[in-house]
């Protein structure tokens, strides 16, 4: 049997992140993309005889089935993961899906699942960029359906969200493993579940040690290079420094890396540092990282969608993983 060609397939081939891939093959508007690297994209997919999946007509009427997916929005690494992941797993069934974006404005929600409606989705995805209590609309009840990366305040229906506590243990006790004994951390903004949970994975991991030096090793950021940056400055300039930082994202954790340099800090020797999403770019500077399984996410919500149990209240997180690199290896 001819092997299918996949997006990951495609991205090798033109030398390109599979962000870059998704984006051209899909048509997302309003991303900045080199049309010499869009054509080159386009061109390598044609070649290699790369196809998005069955088309809705060509498949046996008894397998014709379609299933909505609602996100608020299509602006960074972590949805790309999402749809990538519902694309293989939707296509490994021979499944279809159809994406709407609302910007979070309820009459696009609204007229989205309208549109679902006319369409004939037997199913619908409410998924959200980033981890939030979200209040969907009421005629989302009017559909079988999953909630991604979101859940709603008083916990009813099917949600999915990434085990974000688990993943502040993870990397919390991987600086604690390599020696590190005055850990600070760098939250994101301190309203945002994913700091107040990743928070709580690093003091549940410092106080098991017996190393929780208190507030004076934490600092909050916008999330930003240069918030992370100042922050990392500012807590090196203590009295008795960090000797590991825990950034809550990559992005945070590049700004601790840069503010190290400046201070005369060597990574890792003087200092390791942990990062958090597993971006692209923490691979080519070697920041040690944590897993944000959006991928298995939308994976493991389809799978519930497409099934014939009944989708219960229930709120199931996924597990990321630990990524140790140049960083965090002294």
């Not at 997919?45 to 609602?70: C, M, Q, T, W």
């Not at 009459?107 to 981890?131: H, K, M, P, Q, S």
């Not at 005369?264 to 390791?272: F, M, N, S, Y």
Request: glycine share 8%.
């Amino acid at each position: 049997m001819k092997k299918r060609i996949k997006m990951v397939d495609v991205a090798r081939a033109a030398n390109v992140s599979r962000t870059t891939v998704s984006l051209v093959l899909n048509g997302i508007p309003g991303v900045r993309i080199a049309e010499a690297t869009r054509q080159r994209v386009l061109q390598i997919a044609r070649e290699l005889g790369y196809s998005p999946g069955p088309l809705i007509e060509n498949l046996d009427p008894e397998r014709k089935r379609l299933f909505g997916v609602l996100i608020n929005e299509i602006s960074a690494a972590y949805p790309i993961d999402l749809i990538y992941g519902l694309q293989n797993w939707a296509d490994a069934q021979g499944l279809q899906i159809v994406l709407q974006v609302t910007d979070s404005v309820a009459d696009r929600e609204i007229a989205a699942l309208e549109n679902f409606a006319r369409f004939g989705v037997e199913g619908v995805i409410y998924a959200n960029t980033f981890t939030a209590i979200v209040s969907p609309p009421a005629s989302l009840g009017n559909f079988r359906h999953v909630l991604v990366n979101c859940r709603r305040e008083d916990s009813i229906g099917f949600a999915i969200l990434p085990a974000e506590r688990h993943g502040g243990m993870l990397a919390t006790d991987h600086l604690i493993e390599i020696g590190c004994r005055r850990i600070a951390t760098i939250t994101g903004d301190p309203w945002q579940i994913a700091s107040i949970e990743r928070l709580a994975g690093y003091h549940r991991s410092l106080n098991r040690a017996g190393l929780n030096l208190g507030t004076q090793f934490e600092r909050a950021s916008d999330w930003g290079h240069a918030s992370g940056y100042a922050a990392a400055r500012d807590l090196l300039a203590l009295s008795e420094p960090p000797d590991g930082i825990f950034c809550h994202n990559d992005i945070v954790a590049r700004g601790a890396m840069a503010a190290a340099r400046d201070m005369g800090r060597k990574v890792p020797e003087d200092l390791a540092i942990i990062g958090y999403d597993d971006r692209e770019f923490s691979r080519d500077l070697g920041i040690s990282s944590v897993t944000l399984p959006f991928a298995e996410m939308g994976e493991r919500a389809l799978a519930e969608l497409a099934g014939n149990a009944d989708l219960a209240d229930k709120t199931v997180t996924i597990q990321g993983r630990l990524v140790a690199r140049m960083s965090t290896n002294k």
